[in-house]
């Protein structure tokens, strides 16, 4: 009976070992998934090359807006004042436009950022001569050194979809020119111009 005891004391002892020593694995592996997951985090939330390059964009513009209702129509011109400025630490540009346009007082805001998870640029539109958000997604070409941006909004007249896409580029320092086209009827056209001259 004493070695029935003994026997079944060296089980348990045996048994508690292998349980902390499982125990103590499953922690050491929770915490190396934890420190994972964190430099995953860190690298998502770091600034890198796509933020620095628009971080070229801030500073005081004058903006030419032109815009056609029409295609092959006189484009009507206005012009605005841009400011531009990286916000949240180096990880988005915000801007505000203040003009005319349509012989009334305008301004806008829009912000345009560097997704590291998704690997693409963002960028939203507001302004005062509507009600809506614009979103745009769009990359960056090397090459040609010029960003392309494609998203939608909804027509007030039509309640139609509306696909818009968008080319800026600089064909100079100190220049910008932005372009802007609209597919309506399956045809794509262009319906806005804004070339920014830094002041």
């Known amino acids: 009976m004493k070695m029935q005891w003994i026997l079944l004391g060296m089980a348990t002892c045996l048994s508690c070992s292998v349980l902390a020593q499982t125990e103590s694995s499953a922690a050491s592996g929770m915490v190396q998934d934890q420190e994972a997951m964190m430099e995953v985090w860190q690298a998502a939330a770091t600034p890198g090359e796509p933020h620095e390059r628009l971080a070229e964009m801030a500073g005081e513009w004058t903006g ?25 630490d180096g990880r988005v540009i915000e801007e ?31 302004d005062n001569v509507s009600t809506g ?50 597919t309506r009827g399956g045809e794509e056209i262009m319906t806005m111009r804004i070339t920014l001259t830094k002041n």
């Open 64 to 88: 030419q807006v032109e815009t056609w209702a029409v295609p092959g129509m006189e484009p009507m011109v206005s012009e605005s004042s841009v400011v531009r400025e990286m916000t949240l």
């Open 133 to 182: 958000l614009m979103t745009f997604t769009g990359q960056y070409d090397a090459e040609s050194d010029r960003y392309e941006f494609t998203g939608s909004y909804v027509d007030p007249v039509s309640k139609q979809t509306v696909d818009t896409r968008s080319v800026s580029h600089s064909p100079e320092s100190g220049k910008e020119i932005m372009e802007m086209f609209e």
């Open 96 to 126: 505000r436009w203040s003009g005319e346009m349509m012989g009334m007082p305008f301004q806008g805001h829009g912000r345009t950022g560097y997704n590291n998870v998704t690997e693409d640029y963002w960028s939203t539109w507001t």
